[in-house]
């Protein structure tokens, strides 16, 4: 089950590099029982995106490669003493190039700026969480830890879930908290939020959610997160940026799985929205199709729909912002941004899923994914049509070991 922490507004940044990294502060998973066995699995993840001219605002920019990411990940899940499950999972990622310091152009503003020369911004993260198993539910205690050069993240949290008599509904509660430290003292942070030394971000989030089976072929989900978040939220690595410092949100998800007895394959569907006090307004629509096929071989095909409006407080491309000085924000506005991950944009990411089960202990699998980005895909009609188009792509390998 999903976490509700806030989004990125970029739902491909958060899917790209795993839930462990950029969704410590709470992983909810329900299972009814136990394991049997333990499992032992492996990861691995290239990453890279890019930004061409496709527009006459943009027909003086170059097609260009932006951010570079290759992360390594290990997980195991435990049974402990029947009635208990311990999983752990560490991640190392290493983060290259340059993103804009302002909307999809100036100079690049990324921590591994490519003007430096900097070889890459390592980012450490791990995860641990203790299950205790009832007959008719669960509880889970989690923790984390991720950090980099600039940036620690620490995260409690706490989720419990109950079923009904006959197993077929299940009530699940959670909640969590983040403890977050921004370092603004670095040399990287080359703007004018340098003179200050730390800045600390916590954000309080809780999820109440229903599952129930309503046939032997499917099964249903719905969700509701709240999560309440204070402190800095300024991209030190953008001026001009200022951002308020509260940010509530509100997510409500619903899931659909249904099992196709005649060829033995099940179809997923979701739908989430996503609303906050920054002014974003998001849509997202999930679909995939798993489909067993003969001598352990799987395919799964995805499609990932998704729409956002802008941040209130998001500035549109003017033509002068390209003639490569640094813009200045109106003086009348107490918070402004040019990131373009707080514009209005839809998205479409396609993909496919390819697992081979080797033997009834090893599984490999090969994930690819496709991402685009248009200002002209945003149901709320006010795109940002002085953006670059942006793209992405990633390629995930992963290999697991029953126990």
């Not at 969590?176 to 703007?191: A, C, E, G, R």
């Not at 953008?238 to 179809?267: I, M, Y």
């Amino acid at each position: 089950m999903t976490s509700v922490s806030p989004t990125s507004s970029s739902v491909f940044g958060a899917t790209l590099l795993s839930a462990a990294l950029l969704l410590p502060s709470m992983q909810f998973a329900y299972a009814e029982t136990a394991p049997e066995r333990g499992v032992v699995s492996l990861k691995y993840l290239n990453y890279q995106d890019s930004q061409s001219a496709d527009t006459p605002a943009t027909a003086s920019l170059l097609s260009q490669d932006r951010i570079a990411v290759n992360a390594l990940s290990i997980m195991t899940v435990m049974p402990v003493a029947g009635d208990w499950s311990i999983g752990v999972s560490f991640i190392e990622d290493s983060v290259t190039g340059a993103s804009p310091a302002y909307h999809s152009s100036g100079f690049p503003a990324s921590k591994s700026d490519a003007k430096s020369g900097a070889s890459g911004e390592l980012r450490h993260a791990a995860d641990i969480q203790l299950t205790r198993y009832f007959p008719q539910g669960s509880v889970t205690a989690g923790t984390s830890y991720s950090k980099e050069s600039d940036y620690v993240s620490r995260s409690c949290s706490l989720q419990g879930s109950l079923s009904t008599e006959d197993k077929n509904t299940t009530v699940t509660l959670g909640g969590s908290f983040t403890d977050d430290s921004i370092d603004l003292n670095k040399p990287n942070v080359v703007f004018s939020k340098q003179q200050l030394a730390e800045e600390k971000k916590h954000v309080v989030a809780a999820l109440v959610g229903v599952t129930r089976v309503l046939t032997k072929q499917d099964i249903v989900q719905f969700n509701l997160g709240y999560s309440n978040g204070n402190g800095y939220y300024t991209d030190p690595y953008k001026d001009p940026d200022q951002r308020p410092r509260d940010r509530d949100s509100f997510t409500a998800l619903g899931r659909w799985n249904h099992h196709f007895d005649g060829t033995d394959g099940t179809a997923r569907l979701s739908y989430r929205y996503y609303s906050d006090t920054f002014g974003i307004r998001a849509h997202t629509l999930d679909a995939e199709y798993v489909q067993p096929l003969h001598h352990g071989w799987t395919l799964t095909p995805l499609l990932r729909l998704y729409t956002q409006s802008q941040a209130d407080f998001y500035f549109t491309v003017a033509e002068e912002k390209f003639s490569g000085t640094i813009p200045q924000p109106p003086t009348t506005e107490p918070y402004y941004t040019e990131d373009q991950r707080l514009s209005a944009f839809g998205a479409l990411t396609f993909g496919l899923k390819v697992s081979k089960q080797l033997n009834p202990d090893w599984l490999v699998d090969l994930k690819i994914e496709k991402y685009q980005q248009r200002d002209e895909w945003s149901l709320s009609g006010s795109g940002d049509p002085g953006l670059a188009s942006f793209h992405a792509r990633s390629i995930q390998i992963g290999l697991s070991r029953k126990i």
